[in-house]
T-cell receptor, first 115, second 114 residues
Framework: ETGVTQTPRHLVMGMTNKKSLKCEQH?????MYWYKQSAKKPLELMFV???????ENNSVPSRFSPECPNSSHLFLHLHTLQPEDSALYLC??????????????FGPGTRLTVL | AQSVTQLGSHVSVSEGALVLLRCNYS??????LFWYVQYPNQGLQLLLK??????LVKGINGFEAEFKKSETSFHLTKPSAHMSDAAEYFC????????????FGQGTELSVKP
């Protein structure tokens, strides 16, 4: 599926760097999500946006800052990360952020390594 | 609150053998259940989902799952494994009191031996 794209696919950064992850969905959906996938752990929901408004923030550290300028684009701004933040960051979208039983469509992820 | 437990972080089968991946859920309200698959270096793809109605759900690539309320289970099966089925499989649950939020299990890695 190419409905949800993420760039870059790989990112290596130092702890003092500032970088941004980008996600774009071409499905006309109203909700977008950021997940963190670490080895041997369940996917962790980080943020949910519905109609460009943040509706969920799962106690994510402030060094992660999301931005949703419109319903098609989602960013995750990264600043002063820690090595334990190294993970695969997945973006997803769904038709509606409040609709139950709706399928989420995932992007391929950005593999982040923090040195 | 909802939760999901996938029994076995790694399952290995021979090509042509039955695939059985186990998922048990906990939910205080009627659940919606999903199986997603993740191939190496890719995002998650939906295999199948249960919302209401028929408890045996058929998905893509020959997979199916059966919702068993009495056992709080939603196990994934495929009669005959193919090499291309090697991937990580995630069970997930959502419910009307959680909005569109999905709660995922920790995943099961499926290996298929020739």
């Amino acid at each position: 599926e190419t409905g949800v794209t993420q760039t870059p696919r790989h990112l290596v950064m130092g702890m003092t760097n500032k970088k941004s992850l980008k996600c774009e969905q071409h499905l006309g959906h109203n909700a977008m999500y950021w997940y963190k996938q670490s080895a041997k752990k369940p996917l962790e929901l980080m943020f949910v946006y519905s109609l460009e408004e943040r509706v969920e923030n799962n106690s994510v550290p402030s060094r992660f800052s999301p931005e949703c300028p419109n319903s098609s684009h989602l960013f995750l701004h990264l600043h002063t990360l820690q090595p334990e933040d190294s993970a695969l960051y997945l973006c997803a979208s769904s038709q509606d952020g409040q609709g139950v039983g709706l399928r989420q469509y995932f992007g391929p992820g950005t593999r982040l390594t923090v040195l | 609150a909802q939760s999901v437990t996938q029994l076995g972080s790694h399952v290995s089968v021979s090509e042509g053998a039955l695939v059985l991946l186990r998922c048990n859920y906990s939910s205080s309200v009627p659940p919606y259940l999903f199986w997603y698959v993740q191939y190496p270096n890719q995002g998650l793809q939906l295999l199948l989902k249960y919302t209401t109605g028929a408890t045996l759900v058929k998905g893509i690539n020959g997979f199916e799952a059966e919702f068993k309320k009495s056992e709080t289970s939603f196990h994934l099966t495929k009669p005959s494994a193919h090499m291309s089925d090697a991937a990580e499989y995630f069970c997930a649950v959502s419910a009307y009191n959680q909005g569109g939020k999905l709660i995922f299990g920790q995943g099961t890695e499926l290996s298929v031996k020739p």
